[in-house]
């Protein structure tokens, strides 16, 4: 392997850019363009060409962790092991087994979502796992759901963007959070189409766009309702489509109606003429899109605003046409994959249902155990966080850092700190590791060879370019040692592409059908999407456009679903009358616990900010770069301000990347959508303060 040069996948977003890795003789990892695939066509942003600097033994963990005597210190692997194994069968014995909690990460391989999910409900025997990426886009998953029985980040290709008419990109800075897709809007425009971008902010992607709308945080759902309801008004419904290809359209028709373009505009601070702009834009040319991103998505309400751009594009006859639809652009590496097969909460792999008796007889079959083994639904991930150290007592956490990522993040730190015992895998030693009684230091993505599922819901295969550093283990290795000295000798391969075997058979028949995509057909093929039932190509060549003939409810027609405006949870008041949203920027990525690591991307963005309008910061006395003081109903954050025209007078944003008093997180509302369970992490209320230095 070494000196060749490997064709592989970035480790960071859902765009899972396209790359080429050759080891270098002084022991570094070179990057380079692999132009042949089509979702970055060679691009890649600071964070991908950077990624091999966290495979540095300067970075990164490269040893077990035990605690002792409240610090941690080197183990061997057979101690610390013994620790987790011992640790998690005390609780088991003394509290039962859903007093074992597992949290996962979207930045996992489908082999080790797979794994992990499998791991909880057959050895562990708990009901309580689920993972970060409940907080990515759980509620688009969840409207997706409700409309087309089916949950597909993006129903097309990215190819397909520049080929329609309109694009409304709700929500999303897709210049910073994944560059190389820029290009695809880029070249919309150029090709004639129209993009227009709803964010409070005026974004590096907003500055890209024909038309910017600007509404207050948490008001997308009425915002979507009153362009609704002018497509009612101005006779712009596909009276024919929505006839033959949907269900429920005059409930969905009365609530939006109560939404007229006045009082929409007192609520969301958008102007009449341009909700009619956007309404125009959007419908006169023969193809339109909507995606949606984390900014109408991560409300308390995020379900049913989804469920209300949906309604748009069925109105109008845009879902299930060519080069139109709803999408929802995810925002981790593994975001779709990891919750396909296994470790959210609710769910079986092949985006079954555990609450479904063939369901879990079925996969039960695949796991050669009885179907009344497995438990039951568990909590969502901010649930499953706030119950640790009262029914939770012991916890298995993989790459995930909520100490710094999850809401009331002060909160959920203490939480952490309560457990009887923590166990946790990752690459380096995050803020959450640190507070560990075992950390195990786990192979990167350049050293192991596994699958994800990027934003379009083409799985991929990312490939083994290096050997990993002595002493570093997998985590299919640490599941499967964890499993025999739990009692469970056999179920858990240390080799992925045996894994992926399981895998296919335990998705096959279900809505995420993987059993015809094989290790082969993803290195020949560059991707396969999913679903796709038969390894025979010409039979089934996998479905990159979804919903074409017929939508995934049993009489093939997308729902309608009635929703109405309602206020975010935390509406600001006289003690805190600003409103805060939150964010990342284009040199860090997610916790930063990888990124912060990274000297170029440091150097870039070193820290966290409070972005604040000229009005806001005269009216508080604060200059750029004064240190600004962030206050909520849960805590306090300081940061220096930065000024912008760019930003509405009434709002805030922070960037959540880092710990520490600038921890953005510290102030986020865990507010919970009632469906999706997504918290309300975009909007909540606070006031400023100077701070002296």
């Given at each position: 392997?070494?000196?060749?040069?490997?064709?592989?996948?970035?480790p960071?977003?859902?765009?899972?850019?396209?790359?080429?890795?050759?080891?270098?003789?002084?022991?570094?990892?070179?990057?380079?363009?692999?132009?042949?695939?089509?979702?970055?066509?060679?691009?890649?942003?600071?964070?991908?060409r950077?990624?091999?600097?966290?495979?540095?033994?300067?970075?990164?963990?490269?040893?077990?962790?035990?605690?002792?005597?409240?610090?941690?210190?080197?183990?061997g692997?057979?101690?610390?092991?013994?620790?987790?194994?011992?640790?998690?069968s005390?609780?088991?014995?003394e509290?039962?087994?859903?007093?074992?909690?597992?949290?996962?990460?979207?930045?996992?391989?489908n082999?080790?979502?797979?794994?992990?999910?499998k791991?909880?409900?057959?050895?562990l025997?708990?009901s309580?796992?689920?993972?970060?990426g409940?907080?990515c886009?759980?509620?688009?998953?969840?409207g997706?759901?409700?409309?087309f029985?089916?949950?597909?980040g993006?129903?097309?290709?990215?190819?397909?963007?520049p080929?329609?008419?309109?694009?409304?990109?709700?929500?999303s800075?897709?210049?910073?959070?994944?560059?190389p897709?820029?290009?695809?809007?880029?070249?919309?425009?150029?090709?004639?189409?129209?993009?227009?971008?709803?964010?409070?902010?005026?974004?590096?992607?907003a500055?890209?766009?024909?038309?910017?709308?600007?509404?207050?945080?948490?008001?997308?759902?009425?915002?979507?309702?009153?362009?609704?309801?002018?497509?009612?008004?101005?006779?712009?419904?596909?009276?024919?489509?929505?006839?033959?290809?949907?269900?429920?359209?005059?409930?969905?028709?009365?609530?939006?109606?109560a939404?007229?373009?006045?009082?929409?505009?007192?609520?969301?601070?958008?102007?009449?003429?341009?909700?009619?702009?956007?309404?125009?834009?959007?419908?006169?040319?023969?193809?339109?899109?909507?995606?949606?991103?984390?900014?109408?998505?991560?409300?308390?309400?995020?379900?049913?605003?989804?469920?209300?751009?949906?309604?748009?594009?069925?109105?109008?006859?845009?879902?299930?046409?060519?080069?139109?639809g709803?999408?929802?652009?995810?925002g981790?590496?593994?975001?779709?994959?990891?919750?396909?097969?296994g470790?959210?909460?609710?769910?079986?792999?092949?985006?079954?249902?555990?609450?479904?008796?063939?369901?879990?007889?079925?996969v039960?079959?695949?796991?050669?155990?009885?179907?009344?083994?497995?438990?039951?639904?568990?909590?969502?991930?901010?649930?499953?966080?706030?119950?640790?150290?009262?029914?939770?007592?012991?916890?298995?956490?993989?790459?995930?850092?909520?100490?710094?990522?999850?809401?009331?993040?002060a909160?959920?730190?203490?939480?952490?700190?309560?457990?009887?015992?923590?166990?946790?895998?990752?690459?380096?030693?995050?803020?959450?590791?640190?507070?560990?009684?075992v950390?195990?230091?786990?192979?990167?993505?350049?050293?192991?060879?596994?699958?994800?599922?990027?934003?379009?819901?083409?799985?991929?295969?990312?490939?083994?370019?290096?050997?990993?550093?002595?002493?570093?283990?997998?985590?299919?290795?640490?599941?499967?040692?964890?499993?025999?000295?739990?009692?469970?000798?056999?179920?858990?391969?240390?080799?992925?592409?045996?894994?992926?075997?399981?895998?296919?058979?335990?998705?096959?028949?279900?809505?995420?059908d993987?059993?015809?995509?094989?290790?082969?057909?993803l290195?020949?093929?560059?991707?396969?999407?999913?679903?796709?039932?038969?390894?025979?190509?010409?039979?089934?060549?996998?479905?990159?456009?979804?919903?074409?003939?017929?939508?995934?409810?049993?009489?093939?027609?997308?729902?309608?679903?009635?929703?109405?405006?309602r206020?975010?949870?935390?509406?600001?008041?006289?003690?805190?009358?600003?409103?805060?949203?939150?964010?990342?920027?284009?040199?860090?990525?997610?916790?930063?616990?990888?990124?912060?690591?990274?000297?170029?991307?440091?150097?870039?963005?070193?820290?966290?900010?409070?972005?604040?309008?000229?009005?806001?910061?005269?009216?508080?006395g604060?200059?750029e770069?004064?240190?600004?003081?962030?206050?909520?109903?849960?805590?306090?954050?300081?940061?220096?301000?930065?000024?912008?025209?760019?930003?509405?007078?009434?709002?805030?944003?922070?960037?959540?990347?880092?710990?520490?008093?600038?921890?953005?997180?510290?102030?986020?509302?865990?507010?919970?959508?009632?469906?999706?369970?997504?918290?309300?992490?975009?909007a909540?209320?606070?006031?400023?303060?100077?701070v002296?230095?």
């Amino acid at each position: 392997m070494q000196n060749s040069v490997t064709p592989t996948h970035c480790p960071y977003c859902a765009l899972q850019c396209g790359m080429n890795l050759t080891p270098a003789p002084d022991g570094t990892v070179e990057v380079s363009e692999r132009a042949d695939f089509p979702v970055n066509r060679g691009a890649l942003c600071g964070k991908g060409r950077t990624a091999p600097a966290v495979l540095s033994s300067r970075v990164r963990l490269t040893s077990p962790l035990v605690r002792s005597g409240g610090t941690l210190v080197p183990a061997g692997w057979d101690e610390a092991l013994d620790r987790i194994a011992e640790g998690l069968s005390r609780t088991r014995a003394e509290h039962g087994p859903d007093a074992c909690g597992v949290f996962g990460g979207g930045g996992l391989t489908n082999e080790k979502a797979y794994t992990l999910g499998k791991f909880a409900r057959v050895v562990l025997g708990t009901s309580q796992i689920d993972y970060n990426g409940r907080f990515c886009m759980s509620s688009a998953a969840a409207g997706g759901m409700k409309a087309f029985g089916l949950d597909r980040g993006l129903p097309f290709p990215l190819e397909d963007i520049p080929k329609s008419g309109c694009v409304i990109l709700v929500g999303s800075n897709l210049a910073e959070t994944m560059p190389p897709s820029l290009r695809f809007f880029t070249e919309l425009r150029e090709n004639g189409g129209t993009l227009i971008v709803i964010d409070p902010r005026r974004t590096k992607t907003a500055e890209q766009a024909d038309l910017h709308l600007m509404p207050r945080p948490g008001t997308d759902l009425a915002l979507a309702l009153g362009l609704l309801h002018l497509v009612v008004a101005e006779g712009l419904v596909d009276e024919e489509y929505v006839r033959e290809r949907t269900a429920g359209w005059e409930d969905a028709r009365a609530a939006a109606m109560a939404h007229w373009p006045e009082y929409v505009e007192r609520i969301t601070g958008v102007p009449v003429p341009q909700l009619r702009e956007t309404v125009r834009l959007f419908c006169e040319p023969e193809s339109a899109m909507v995606l949606t991103a984390r900014g109408p998505e991560q409300q308390s309400k995020g379900t049913d605003t989804v469920s209300a751009w949906i309604n748009l594009c069925l109105a109008t006859g845009r879902a299930g046409r060519p080069f139109s639809g709803y999408g929802c652009l995810t925002g981790q590496g593994n975001g779709q994959g990891g919750r396909e097969h296994g470790q959210k909460a609710d769910q079986l792999p092949g985006y079954r249902k555990l609450d479904d008796p063939a369901a879990r007889a079925y996969v039960a079959g695949v796991w050669g155990v009885d179907p009344d083994s497995l438990p039951g639904p568990g909590r969502s991930a901010y649930e499953l966080l706030d119950a640790l150290g009262t029914d939770i007592k012991s916890l298995l956490l993989m790459g995930s850092n909520p100490v710094v990522s999850a809401p009331h993040a002060a909160h959920i730190e203490e939480r952490i700190k309560s457990l009887d015992f923590l166990a946790v895998c990752d690459v380096v030693l995050s803020e959450t590791a640190a507070l560990a009684d075992v950390v195990l230091p786990v192979t990167q993505w350049a050293e192991e060879t596994g699958t994800t599922t990027n934003l379009e819901g083409r799985v991929l295969l990312r490939r083994q370019a290096i050997t990993p550093p002595d002493g570093i283990r997998s985590d299919l290795e640490v599941m499967h040692e964890l499993a025999d000295r739990l009692g469970v000798e056999k179920g858990f391969p240390t080799d992925a592409e045996e894994v992926f075997e399981e895998l296919r058979r335990a998705s096959a028949g279900g809505p995420a059908d993987y059993s015809g995509i094989t290790y082969r057909r993803l290195a020949e093929e560059n991707g396969v999407f999913w679903p796709c039932p038969t390894e025979d190509t010409v039979v089934h060549p996998g479905t990159p456009r979804l919903f074409l003939d017929r939508f995934a409810t049993p009489d093939g027609r997308a729902r309608f679903v009635p929703v109405s405006h309602r206020a975010i949870a935390e509406e600001p008041d006289e003690e805190y009358p600003v409103l805060l949203t939150t964010g990342r920027v284009v040199a860090q990525y997610q916790s930063g616990a990888q990124t912060r690591r990274v000297d170029e991307l440091n150097a870039a963005a070193p820290g966290p900010f409070v972005e604040l309008h000229p009005r806001l910061a005269e009216r508080l006395g604060a200059a750029e770069g004064d240190p600004v003081a962030v206050v909520s109903r849960r805590g306090r954050a300081v940061a220096p301000a930065r000024i912008t025209l760019g930003i509405r007078p009434d709002t805030v944003f922070m960037p959540f990347h880092w710990y520490g008093e600038g921890r953005a997180n510290t102030l986020t509302n865990p507010a919970l959508d009632p469906t999706s369970r997504m918290p309300e992490f975009k909007a909540c209320a606070v006031r400023l303060e100077t701070v002296e230095r």
